[in-house]
């Protein structure tokens, strides 16, 4: 079935450093990609999505890039905050589905020191 | 504002009791959705509901009732059949659009002992 890998957390970073989170995806078809972020004690909030290959997505920094030929969406983000400490979870809509629902990776908790 | 609101943020039974999880959202959003979150495991899907009256299984529904009276309410009952009901769970909706974003509640963590 289709699936979502992430890589294992924590990852910790000192403020203004690089963020790489990596995540690959096991779908037949082509699936729709997000990236939710969730702060302590507070639901999910999606991040960036993309709908096709090759598409970027962006908000607030953070970037991905829909790569289909290494079936990965990668987060990134050139300097990160101490704002930015959360557990990010990589997700996808079942390609050819007539719902919403997603499929989570198992989330990657980032923590940032000043 | 509009959102969901999930009650209570804290809830504590003894096994062998039935729970309702409350779920509201003044969004207007045709689908609902109930996840499962466990250290480790990320979140699972255990009901959703993409219309009035209708609601389907999710990935690990046994053990779990829900009723889609009202649009903008979905109770999520965590019954005695459940092994391992202690967790955090998510409620979350959407519009009918396809790849239009979840929209999530702060979430409800119940502990059975």
């Known amino acids: 079935g289709d699936s979502v890998t992430q890589m294992e957390g924590p990852v910790t970073l000192s403020e203004e450093a690089f963020l790489t989170i990596n995540c690959t995806y096991t779908a037949t078809g082509y699936p729709s990609l997000f990236w939710y972020v969730q702060y302590p004690g507070e639901g999910l909030q999606l991040l960036l999505k993309?709908?096709?290959?090759?598409d970027k997505g962006s908000n607030k920094g953070f970037e991905a890039t829909y790569r289909k030929e290494t079936t990965s969406f990668h987060l990134e983000k050139g300097s990160v905050q101490v704002s930015d400490s959360a557990v990010y979870f990589c997700?996808?809509?079942?390609?050819?589905?007539?719902?919403?629902?997603?499929?989570f990776g198992t989330g990657t908790l980032l923590a940032v020191q000043p | 504002d509009g959102g969901i609101t999930q009650s209570p943020k804290y809830l504590f039974r003894k096994e062998g009791q039935n729970v309702t999880l409350s779920c509201e959202q003044n969004l207007n959003h045709d689908a609902m959705y109930w996840y499962r979150q466990d250290p480790g495991q990320g979140l699972r899907l255990i009901y959703y509901?993409?219309?009035?009256?209708?609601?389907q299984k999710g990935d690990i529904a046994e053990g779990y009732s829900v009723s889609r009276e009202k649009k903008e309410s979905f109770p999520l009952t965590v019954t005695s059949a459940q092994k391992n009901p202690t967790a955090f769970y998510l409620c979350?909706?959407?519009?009918?659009?396809?790849?239009?974003?979840?929209?999530f509640g702060n979430g409800t963590r119940l502990t059975v002992t």
């Open positions: 997700a996808l809509s079942s390609p050819g589905g007539a719902t919403n629902k997603l499929i």
């Open positions: 993309a709908t096709k290959a090759d």
């Open positions: 979350a909706s959407s519009t009918a659009v396809l790849n239009s974003p979840l929209h």
């Open positions: 509901s993409q219309i009035v009256n209708d609601f």
